[in-house]
Every structure is written in structure tokens, then in C-alpha cells.
T-cell receptor, first 113, second 111 residues
Framework: GESVGLHLPTLSVQEGDNSIINCAYS??????FIWYKQESGKGPQFIID?????DKRQGQRVTVLLNKTVKHLSLQIAATQPGDSAVYFC????????????FGTGTKLQVIP | DVKVTQSSRYLVKRTGEKVFLECVQD?????MFWYRQDPGLGLRLIYF???????EKGDIPEGYSVSREKKERFSLILESASTNQTSMYLC??????????FGPGTRLTVL
């Protein structure tokens, strides 16, 4: 079946460094990808999204890169801060069906002060 | 800002009890969703609704039902709670074709 996965379950980064969180997806028909951040005890929070007709999108301190050739998605966080410590999920939405989104299991980002 | 609220943050119930989890969104979104989140399994879709009184089964609907009588409110019902339904339950809403926004979650424990 289709799946969305993450390469690393835990990522430790020094405060001030850049973080890169990776995600592999398997549904080549997916047309929309989202990154969420989930802090402990809270619901997932939308960070940034990208459509399949784009390969890069930038937000405030975050950039999402999409490589459709190898079905790879990444989230880059610039100048990582302690408040960035959380679990990050990638998600994909297939081109058919009602809004059904498949989520990865998440990567935990730990920021070392 | 989109606001999705859930009726309880923590809930403890006994096996066999009927459980209601309520979700309300204030952005006039057409779509609403219920997920459960378990360690190592990520978010799994239980049910979703794309309009009032409409519902669709997700990936794991067994043991659950839903109700959407008003556009802003989507309820998840456990007819007879079991211990394997102990989980974090997350509600989300979205406009058609757009990003889903999540509530804070309800951590349900079934004893």
C-alpha cells in the first residue's frame, strides 16, 4: 500500500544550527504535501505546505523542498531554536479521494542549548 | 486564526461505557476529521465528514461512530469503550482541497 515515512526517528541539533528533516513518500500521484509540528501534549500545528507543481517553498525560517524524481520531501529550519523542539510529521494527500491525508510516523527534533 | 476545540483534554472511562468526544471549529470549514494517534503508528483516520449529516469511514472505523448535525460540530462516539481504544484522539477541519487544522487532542484512557 501507499506509505509516507521518515528517514530518522530522532534528530539532535545544536541551537543556532540549521536542521534538516527528511521524508520519503511512495505515492507518485500525490499532489500536495504538508509539514506539521507537534509539541508534547498538543495537537499537530501546520508549518508549511507545497504542491506537486513546485520544488521549493519558503516560509519564516522554514523551507520545504520537494524532489518528485526520488519522491523525497525535506523540511529545513534555519537557526534552530529551543522552541523548535518537537515531533515533525510529513503528510501527503493523494490526487483522488476526499481529503484523505497519509501521515508519517514523525521525527523528533531535539535542540541542544 | 483557525480554532479547533475539543471538549476534553483528558478523559478516563470504564470498559463498556459509552463515550462522546466533541469537536467544534469556528472557520466554517466543510470538512472535519477524527484521528487517533498511537506511538509508532502515527495518525490514523477513523472517520471524516465533508458536509452536514455526511460521513465517510476512514482506515479504522470499527468500534466508532460519528455525528455531524451542524457544520461546526463533529462528534466521535465509542458505543462500548474497550481498553484497546485508549489513545490520543485528534480532531481536524479544513476547507475543500486545503490544509487540515488540528485541535489540541483528547487523551482517553479506558480502564
Amino acid at each position: 500500500g501507499e506509505s509516507v515515512g521518515l528517514h530518522l526517528p530522532t534528530l539532535s541539533v545544536q541551537e543556532g544550527d540549521n536542521s534538516i528533516i527528511n521524508c520519503a513518500y511512495s505515492n507518485s500521484a500525490s499532489d500536495y504535501f504538508i509539514w506539521y509540528k507537534q509539541e508534547s501534549g498538543k495537537g499537530p500545528q501546520f508549518i508549511i505546505d507545497i504542491r506537486s507543481n513546485m520544488d521549493k517553498r519558503q516560509g519564516q525560517r522554514v523551507t520545504v523542498l520537494l524532489n518528485k524524481t526520488v519522491k523525497h520531501l525535506s523540511l529545513q529550519i534555519a537557526a534552530t531554536q529551543p522552541g523548535d523542539s518537537a515531533v515533525y510529521f510529513c503528510a501527503e494527500r493523494g490526487s483522488g479521494g476526499y481529503q484523505k491525508v497519509t501521515f508519517g510516523t514523525g521525527t523528533k527534533l531535539q535542540v541542544i542549548p | 486564526d483557525v480554532k479547533v476545540t475539543q471538549s476534553s483534554r483528558y478523559l478516563v472511562k470504564r470498559t463498556g461505557e459509552k463515550v462522546f468526544l466533541e469537536c467544534v471549529q469556528d472557520m466554517d470549514h466543510e470538512n472535519m476529521f477524527w484521528y487517533r494517534q498511537d506511538p509508532g503508528l502515527g495518525l490514523r483516520l477513523i472517520y471524516f465528514s465533508y458536509d452536514v449529516k455526511m460521513k465517510e469511514k476512514g482506515d479504522i472505523p470499527e468500534g466508532y461512530s460519528v455525528s455531524r448535525e451542524k457544520k461546526e460540530r463533529f462528534s466521535l462516539i465509542l458505543e462500548s469503550a474497550s481498553t484497546n481504544q485508549t489513545s490520543m484522539y485528534l480532531c481536524a477541519s479544513s476547507r475543500s482541497g486545503r490544509t487540515q487544522y488540528f485541535g489540541p487532542g483528547t487523551r482517553l484512557t479506558v480502564l
